[in-house]
C-alpha cells in the first residue's frame, strides 16, 4: 500500500536571523521570518509527510502560538514527524523537494541538505532528492521577498520497501 503526501511553505525574508534551508545554514543570505527557525524546505518535507499519513498539517501539531517550538529547529520537527509516520505503520520510499527562490543557489547545497533531511529522518540520502528552481523574476520569490518550497512523499506500509538505512 502506498500513500502519496504533498506539502508547501513560504516565509518572508528577514534581516535578524540566519538562513535555514534543509537543516543547512546558508551564509551571507537573510533570514526567514517564522516562529520557529523558518526553514521553509523542513516545513514543506514535513507537511508532505503528514498529509500522506492523514495527520493534518505541521501547523496542527507545531502551533506557531505555542511557545515551545519557538526558534525550534526543523530538523527535530522532522524526527517528530517520523516518528508519527512510523507509528502509524508507514515508512518512506522516497521524497522530492524543490526550493523556489532567485537566491540563494540551492544546488551547492542540496547535497547536504539531502543528508539533514535523511538523517532527521532516519532513512537513507539516497530517498531524497532536493533541488532548486526560480521564478524568473515573477511573483513574491522573483521579487526577493522571499522563498517558497514544496515536497512530495511517498510511503509505504509494507516494511520490506522501506528506505531505512543500514545499521553499522
Do not use: Q, W
Request: charged share 25%; net charge negative; aromatic share 6%.
Amino acid at each position: 500500500m502506498y500513500r502519496v503526501g504533498t506539502g508547501f511553505d513560504a516565509h518572508a525574508f528577514c534581516e535578524e536571523r540566519a538562513l535555514i534551508l534543509g537543516g543547512v545554514e546558508i551564509p551571507g543570505c537573510r533570514g526567514l521570518s517564522g516562529h520557529s527557525d523558518a526553514d521553509v524546505l523542513s516545513h514543506a518535507v514535513a507537511d508532505a509527510i503528514l498529509g500522506a499519513i492523514g495527520e493534518g498539517d505541521i501547523g496542527r501539531h507545531f502551533p506557531p502560538e505555542d511557545p515551545e517550538y519557538k526558534d525550534i529547529s526543523s530538523l527535530v520537527i522532522l524526527s517528530e514527524v517520523a516518528r508519527m509516520m512510523t507509528d502509524k505503520g508507514f515508512g518512506i520510499k522516497n521524497i522530492d523537494c524543490t526550493v523556489v527562490c532567485e537566491e540563494p543557489k540551492i544546488s551547492p547545497h542540496a547535497p547536504e541538505m539531502k543528508k539533514k533531511i535523511a538523517d532527521a529522518l532516519g532513512i537513507s540520502p539516497e530517498a531524497v532528492n532536493v533541488k532548486g528552481t526560480s521564478t524568473d523574476g515573477l511573483g513574491f520569490t522573483g521579487r526577493k521577498e522571499g522563498i517558497a518550497a514544496m515536497a512530495s512523499a511517498c510511503l509505504s506500509r509494507n516494511p520490506s520497501t522501506f528506505s531505512y538505512r543500514e545499521s553499522s
